[in-house]
């Protein structure tokens, strides 16, 4: 067994920047008044059939008008529900209640399933969410309504849309679709082209000059009959935000979800934090019979050129729920939009709104990313949206794990700057609280504190407050996962070489690599429950060593690989240790490190590999 002999290491470690998110029992519901007045929505929901080869075996859609009172409740009267079982649409009237923090961050009930919630974040009047945890895979879309109320003259300019769409339910003729449309504002859009991906290839569709008509706000699109290569037919009904720079709808008659934003004026800027939903198919093993359907809700950050991300995905051909933390690069091309691998993207106005469409051939599929609003900060204040692993820095969203350690990001959070390896639970005159539970603090300074999550936080919803010398600070909400894995790295803040020692203690890195073969000592954070137990703020055993009582597996390049020892670094405080054997077949260069646990997994952190 090999523990770190280097002390000096450890507050390497421990200087990174991050922290998590912490649960409580009751969601803060201060942000309820951003969802106000009557909006348009649309919701479209897949169930997947007991077949195993990813084919629709029933699809809703539900759209219309939807009231939120601000206060925490919502109706909707009047609206239409299209079910695959059913046949033609049925007038939708229902009532529910929504939970919206400081953040945007929350949960509404779900409008045709009493035992199911939508998760989502609200962005500048925008709600895009999905039900994660219900075992139907959806995308859900509310934006609220101009008053006054769009006519056909507001319908004029140049807007770029993408759509998702299964037509037959088989995974075969699933498509993403993107084109440009330019109506003159008189009911009249000239000729344009469709470009289609499936999961058998391409398809494109010429569209001829085409006519719509306006009604209570909303838009009818009327695309023409079914002819050769048809990938919109029919009657589309759009809605529009009070901008009318953001547009979103689908067939009245189908399970569609198309969305598409005004281009031209401001170029984009593409820069801060950003608020998504979306839906994927992923085709990569068609070819063996079935298809991987994929939806999702998250947040994600861009600097620089470099991205950093979080989804909370639900697959119907995994056990449960997820939550996914990765990293990517981007370049913006001389229109302004960029491509992943995966993905290409455009903007709206100033790039306040990115549309994503699936532009590789195993994956198809939709997302849309709004711009988060700037929170003004009073007192003591915790920023609902800065608190992060400490480790990999992982969005907010993605909550915390019992034993992990966070970073809180804030203003007024403490008097002077101070760090105690011993883990105090006060430094400074400064407390941190988690469900009410005393955390262990490592930093404290007036913009960011690092604490250790209490192993006792198992609770489904995690609160944590900050006090500053008898001055307590908003309460920020979060959701608590078993495990939220996040690698230290150097340098700190999760992007690049992970932290990773030698046999002989010296560190990992491009001058000395790893080998195959060679077994390295990983430090992370965020695996949850370890067994013997330890007191909150003590330093890990060496006799007994305290395992990680969650499966965690390792996969280095792509390859997994075989571990000797997961569990809290002996001798150190909030700090957890994993021994891996580099695998054969992974090749020389810059390696991935991904982390699974049994609901989490990252992809952030490289390994030098020789």
């Known amino acids: 067994m090999k523990t770190i002999a280097n002390l000096a290491l450890a507050a390497l470690l421990m200087a990174t920047t991050g922290a998590a998110l912490a649960p409580a029992q009751t969601w803060d519901t201060s942000g309820n008044g951003l969802l106000k007045g009557t909006y348009y929505f649309r919701q479209v929901i897949w169930l997947i059939d007991t077949s195993g080869t990813g084919t629709l075996g029933r699809a809703l859609s539900a759209y219309g008008n939807i009231n939120f009172d601000g206060s ?52 500048n009047g925008i709600f895009v ?25 507001s319908f004029r300019g140049t807007y770029s849309f993408v759509q998702f769409d299964s037509p037959t339910g088989s995974p075969v003729n699933t498509q993403d679709l993107q084109f440009q449309m330019s109506p003159d504002g008189s009911g009249n859009i000239p000729a344009f082209r469709i470009s289609g991906r499936l999961a058998g290839g391409t398809l494109t569709q010429s569209v001829p000059a085409i006519k719509y008509v306006f009604s209570n706000g909303g838009a009818n699109v009327h695309f023409g009959a079914t002819t050769a290569n048809t990938l919109v037919v029919g009657d589309e009904y759009l809605y529009f935000s009070p901008d009318g720079n953001f547009v979103f709808g689908g067939s009245p008659l189908g399970w569609d979800m198309m969305v598409g934003v005004k281009t031209g004026g401001a170029a984009p800027v593409f820069s801060g934090l950003y608020y998504n939903a979306g839906m994927y198919q992923d085709n990569s093993q068609l070819g063996a ?60 106005p100033g790039g306040t709104i990115r549309l994503g469409v699936g532009n590789n051939t195993p994956t198809i599929g939709i997302d849309v990313a709004v711009q988060a609003p700037a929170l003004t900060p009073t007192g003591v204040f915790i920023d609902p949206t800065g608190v992060v692993n400490a480790a990999s820095s992982a969005m907010f969203t993605s909550g915390i794990a019992p034993g992990e350690l966070i970073t809180l990001y804030g203003s007024n959070l403490s008097q002077s700057t101070l760090a105690d390896g011993t883990f105090p639970f006060t430094l400074g005159g400064v407390q941190v609280t988690v469900n009410d539970r005393p955390a262990p603090i490592y930093v404290v300074s007036p913009g960011q504190i690092s604490a250790i999550v209490p192993f006792g936080t198992t609770e489904n919803i995690a609160s944590i407050k900050v006090v500053n010398n008898q001055t307590a600070s908003n309460i920020v909400t979060t959701f608590v996962n078993t495990t939220a894995p996040g690698a230290f790295t150097v340098p700190p803040g999760g992007i690049g070489s992970a932290a990773a020692l030698h046999a002989d203690f010296t560190l990992v890195s491009a001058a000395k690599p790893a080998q195959i073969g060679e077994t390295i000592l990983l430090f992370v954070t965020g695996l949850g429950a370890v067994s013997p137990a330890v007191a909150d703020g003590t330093p890990g055993p060496s006799n007994p060593l305290s395992g990680a009582t969650s499966a965690i597996n390792i996969y280095i390049g792509g390859v997994k690989a075989t571990t000797s020892f997961i569990g809290l670094a002996p001798q150190l405080v909030g700090l957890y240790q994993i021994n891996v054997v580099v695998p054969t077949g992974v090749t020389s260069g810059k390696a991935a490190l991904d982390i699974a646990g049994p609901d989490f997994y990252t992809t952030q952190a490289t390994i030098p590999i020789q």
Do not use: C, W
Not at 129 to 148: H, Q, V, Y
């Open 289 to 348: 019979g079935f298809a991987d359907l994929e939806s999702f809700y998250g947040s994600l950050k861009a600097s620089s050129g470099t991205l950093l991300g979080h989804q909370r995905l639900l697959s119907p051909f995994k056990n449960n729920p997820l939550d996914f933390t990765y990293t990517s690069t981007y370049t913006l091309n001389a229109d302004g939009s960029y491509d992943d691998g995966l993905n290409h993207y455009i903007f709206g």
């Open 129 to 153: 969410g999905s039900a994660t945890e219900s075992n139907t895979n959806d995308l859900f879309i509310a934006a609220p309504l101009a008053s006054p109320a769009p006519t056909a003259s």
């Open 72 to 123: 925490g409740h919502y109706t909707i009267s009047n609206s239409a529900v299209l079910d695959t079982n059913v046949g033609q649409p049925q007038t939708l009237t229902t009532s529910g209640t929504y939970s919206i923090s400081a953040s945007g961050f929350g949960f509404m009930s779900h409008p045709l399933s009493s035992a199911d919630s939508i998760y989502g974040l609200v962005a």
